[in-house]
């Protein structure tokens, strides 16, 4: 498996329309790539991070663009990110038996 994980800062009041977006414009898009197998959001104040994971580097690496145009076209009016990214093999992995979870914003 291959990931990569990249850091936003979003202004406070804004995370849960950030996280809608993604939800509502994003989330379908990319679950239904090929080699597909997580996506997370992670927040906590002002910071945002998310973590893809698919099968493989080349699996990963075709739908890059996707991210880049999705924060570009929607969500560049709350963020200027990403800040750092780090993208490389998945050391280790376990995932339970909840195929979609959504928090409560």
């Given at each position: 498996m291959?990931?990569v994980?990249r850091k936003?800062?979003?202004p406070p009041?804004?995370?849960?329309?950030?996280?809608n977006?993604?939800?509502?414009?994003y989330?379908?898009r990319i679950s239904a790539a090929?080699g597909?197998?997580?996506?997370?959001?992670?927040?906590?104040?002002?910071?945002?991070?998310?973590?893809?994971i698919?099968r493989s580097?080349?699996?990963?690496e075709?739908?890059?663009?996707?991210?880049?145009a999705?924060?570009?076209?929607?969500?560049?009016?709350?963020?200027?990110?990403?800040?750092d990214?780090?993208?490389?093999?998945?050391?280790?992995?376990?995932?339970g038996?909840?195929?979609?979870?959504?928090?409560?914003?």
């Amino acid at each position: 498996m291959y990931g990569v994980a990249r850091k936003y800062r979003i202004p406070p009041g804004t995370q849960g329309e950030a996280v809608n977006r993604t939800e509502r414009e994003y989330i379908d898009r990319i679950s239904a790539a090929p080699g597909f197998v997580a996506f997370h959001i992670i927040h906590e104040g002002e910071v945002g991070i998310t973590v893809t994971i698919f099968r493989s580097q080349a699996e990963l690496e075709a739908v890059q663009h996707q991210a880049a145009a999705f924060v570009r076209d929607h969500l560049s009016d709350l963020t200027t990110g990403p800040e750092d990214v780090i993208q490389g093999p998945v050391a280790i992995s376990k995932i339970g038996s909840d195929p979609h979870y959504r928090g409560i914003y």
